[in-house]
């Protein structure tokens, strides 16, 4: 089962977001989405950041596979999204596919508190024939407290639950549990589905229509339709900003045949979990290499906690690491470019554009078993202004490491939750 992907940088430009997207404001959404993964790790609950306690008699009324893959930005973010068909008739929403997150939700009408701007129509469930909300007396009510972080609550008025997804970062969505049947493609029969009906939905989700949750817990999509397909699922990010051709779309695929890879064949690395966050993705990064020399550093360094994760753009190391990364770096490629102002986080910049850079180390991370991520110029800097172009890693405020999208472009990525691996493979777009 597989969708076409694309970067939000690639949405026609019907759909494209009325103000400008730069870059500076994905540095401070991306370093949101860290603050709130380090805030998880830390085994800090999530909490909405309303700044008001949302009753929820307030929501109670009653007028309350393969896929393509694309770039966020014209949406308001640095990820990626997919469209995904929901309801009986179906209709198509833009989703952000993001792996850290477990419940999927979308805006819904009456939007009874706040609905962001969205590209798509905002979901109506009363037009859906298969639409239901779940009592708070089901088990999957009692399972949001592991998957959001947050306890669910219940409506006076309906007895629905409601669920709080919050991200720690000022962004959340409340809303009713809800099931309605999802359409990945329309040659392929729907499923029932279980997400989250969004009415009080704010922070920072850009123009997306919601979020499509690819964690490893099963009130996720990915958990819900493994029964159906296989427990495992890959995707391609395509390339977005300093593009070799933005218009190029990826894929989510769900389900066992994804494993296949083609024209190169995927090498695994174990799959580690984490008490405090087991629904995330952790691997072990052992090396770290600049033009085949691996980074001066004690083996030590690299053992802190290792997420890969679609939904952060710049890869963020420890500071030894990166360091001595930096550093490298910079000898080789200040032999032929200029060194510019840092931006931001990012402070490993050069005069010049990343096309017109022909003499760019290769930098590699290795992985345990021997996967890696062999990252070329597109993968490793990025035009944050014409004429400025800086190495896309950055050194990390806490103990951990976050492998982001931009190094994952153009790469299959396998997620066999089933042998508990995860696989990489080159040209994985084409």
Request: hydrophobic share 35%; aromatic share 10%; glycine share 10%.
């Amino acid at each position: 089962m597989q969708l076409n992907l694309y970067h939000v940088k690639g949405l026609d430009s019907s759909l494209t977001s009325t103000s400008p997207f730069s870059f500076s404001d994905t540095i401070t959404k991306d370093e949101e989405r860290v603050k709130s993964l380090h805030s998880r790790l830390a085994n800090k609950e999530g909490v909405s950041n309303s700044g008001t306690t949302v009753s929820s008699d307030k929501l109670g009324g009653p007028n309350l596979v393969n896929t393509p893959l694309k770039s966020g930005l014209s949406i308001g973010s640095g990820n990626y999204y997919v469209k995904i068909g929901l309801g009986t008739p179906v209709k198509y929403f833009s989703m952000i596919v993001d792996t850290g997150s477990s419940l999927s939700w979308l805006q819904c009408k009456p939007c009874v508190i706040y609905c962001h701007a969205q590209v798509d129509p905002i979901f109506a469930p009363s037009s859906s024939k298969t639409y239901k909300t779940l009592p708070c007396s089901s088990p999957q009510c009692s399972s949001l407290r592991a998957s959001t972080l947050n306890a669910p609550s219940c409506s006076n008025a309906t007895g629905a639950c409601v669920y709080k997804a919050s991200y720690g970062d000022t962004s959340f969505s409340i809303g009713f549990l809800s099931q309605d049947v999802l359409t990945l493609t329309p040659s392929v029969a729907p499923s029932s589905f279980l997400y989250g009906c969004g009415q009080d939905n704010q922070g920072l989700f850009g123009r997306a229509a919601g979020i499509l949750g690819l964690a490893n817990d099963k009130l996720s999509m990915f958990a819900q339709l493994s029964n159906k397909y296989g427990n495992a699922f890959s995707y391609c990010l395509p390339t977005s900003f300093s593009a070799i051709n933005s218009s190029l779309s990826g894929f989510l695929s769900i389900g066992g045949s994804s494993l296949t890879s083609s024209p190169s064949p995927y090498k695994f690395t174990p799959l580690l979990k984490n008490p405090k966050i087991p629904s995330l993705y952790f691997v072990g990064l052992t090396t770290i290499t600049v033009a085949g020399k691996p980074l001066g550093v004690a083996a030590s360094s690299y053992n802190v906690p290792t997420i890969i994760d679609s939904g952060t753009v710049i890869t963020r190391l420890p500071e030894p690491v990166y360091n001595a990364l930096k550093k490298s770096f910079v000898v080789i490629m200040s032999k032929k470019y200029a060194q510019a102002p840092g931006f931001s986080i990012l402070d490993t910049c050069f005069k010049g554009s990343v096309k017109g850079m022909s003499t760019v180390p290769e930098i590699e991370m290795v992985f345990r078993g021997g996967a890696g991520l062999a990252l070329k110029a597109h993968n490793t800097l990025i035009e944050i202004e014409k004429g400025v172009t800086c190495l896309a890693i950055a050194a990390s405020s806490s103990s951990i490491s976050i492998i982001g999208n931009y190094q994952q472009q153009t790469f299959k990525v396998a997620y066999d939750v089933a042998n508990s691996r995860i696989g990489f493979a080159a040209g994985g777009c084409q």
